[in-house]
């Protein structure tokens, strides 16, 4: 766990968030700040600060993230009709929380990005 990390205090528990999904390695909550109808965060619990810091032990995690989305994007009633899965890597992307996290996006016809 990192110093004064939100999702490794959330993880922790000593922040209580509203968990959509919970297993003994990642959880995923609502984002407090949407850019979509429907925006949920995936997070592992394990601190990575960044994708960049990702190495090749950690396949699997990558995968229980993207099965998590899946799962996620079902209960949301996305999968039919689409939802983006992205990463921002960076200040210069917009990550703001400097622990690995993916955003589930949906509940509306999303434009290109950036």
Do not use: W
Request: proline share 4%; with cysteine; hydrophobic share 45%.
């Amino acid at each position: 766990m990192a110093v004064d990390c939100l999702f490794c205090e959330m993880a922790a528990g000593r922040i209580t968030v509203d968990r959509l999904y919970d297993t003994s390695e990642i959880f995923a909550v609502r984002d407090i700040n949407p850019r979509a109808p429907i925006h949920i965060l995936v997070i592992p619990k394990r601190h990575i600060a960044m994708v960049s810091d990702l190495g090749s032990d950690d396949g699997n995690l990558l995968a229980d993230m993207f099965v998590a989305a899946s799962e996620i994007a079902r209960s949301q009633g996305l999968h039919k009709s689409g939802y983006r899965c992205a990463f921002n890597v960076g200040a210069d992307a917009g990550q703001s929380v400097f622990h690995i996290h993916m955003h589930v996006l949906g509940g509306q016809k999303l434009g290109p990005e950036a």
